[in-house]
T-cell receptor
């Protein structure tokens, strides 16, 4: 199956700082999503981005499918951005059909 | 507001109990999923239903029994669980299982097995 690697595993920021989270994957994909898991456990969709660039407020994401990586940018971070950020990928072929494979996540802590 | 609703939010059960987790979505999605998540780990896929038929079982022990009564509902029946089954159980749905669209998650059911 597809391998997904996220970096860094942990990130500590002061409020107002910017950050970049990275997701590398081992095979071609037709699905790539970024999620934020809040302290209560809910996985919140940030971006569905199998290729290209998207922006939503202070967050933006870029996926370079040909080079098999995606980046999540957080600007002017706030304490409410704290939590775990997961990258998850899937493809429509082979044994991975119907499965979304998650990376290990990046634990982000934003201090006031 | 999440469009995938899970009940109960919290469940405590003994090893001899029988209980069920429920999930409902009203987005017209035809694929529904159960994931299990242990603390500080990513979610792990358990089951996938596509058009109300079980299409993927990730070698889950038979003490977990999924059921899809209709296209909007997904249940997970629990029987004779072990303490190591304590985890956050997440339900999700997508347009179909082709992975060509977004996966939406519910808020999860946090299960404790005593």
């Amino acid at each position: 199956g597809i391998q997904v690697e996220q970096s860094p595993p942990d990130l500590i920021l002061q409020e107002g700082a910017n950050s970049t989270l990275r997701c590398n994957f081992s095979d071609s994909v037709n699905n790539l999503q970024w999620f934020h898991q809040n302290p209560w456990g809910q996985l919140i969709n940030l971006f569905y981005i199998p290729s290209g660039t998207k922006q939503n407020g202070r967050l933006s994401a870029t996926t370079v499918a040909t080079e098999r990586y995606s980046l999540l940018y957080i600007s002017s971070s706030q304490t409410t951005d704290s939590g775990v950020y997961f990258c998850a990928v899937g493809n429509a072929g082979g044994t991975s059909y119907g499965k979304l494979t998650f990376g290990q996540g990046t634990i982000l802590t934003v201090h006031p | 507001d999440t469009e995938v609703t899970q009940t109960p939010k919290h469940l405590v059960m003994g090893m001899t109990n029988k209980k069920s987790l429920k999930c409902e979505q009203h987005m017209g999605h035809r694929a529904m999923y159960w994931y299990k998540q242990k603390a500080k780990k990513p979610p792990e896929l358990m089951f996938v239903y596509s058009y109300e038929k079980l299409s993927i079982n990730e070698s889950v022990p038979s003490r977990f029994s999924p059921e899809c009564p209709n296209s909007s509902l997904l249940n997970l029946h629990l029987h004779a669980l072990q303490p190591e089954d304590s985890a956050l159980y997440l339900c999700a749905s997508s347009q179909d299982r082709s992975m060509a669209g977004e996966l939406f998650f519910g808020e999860g059911s946090r299960l404790t097995v005593l």
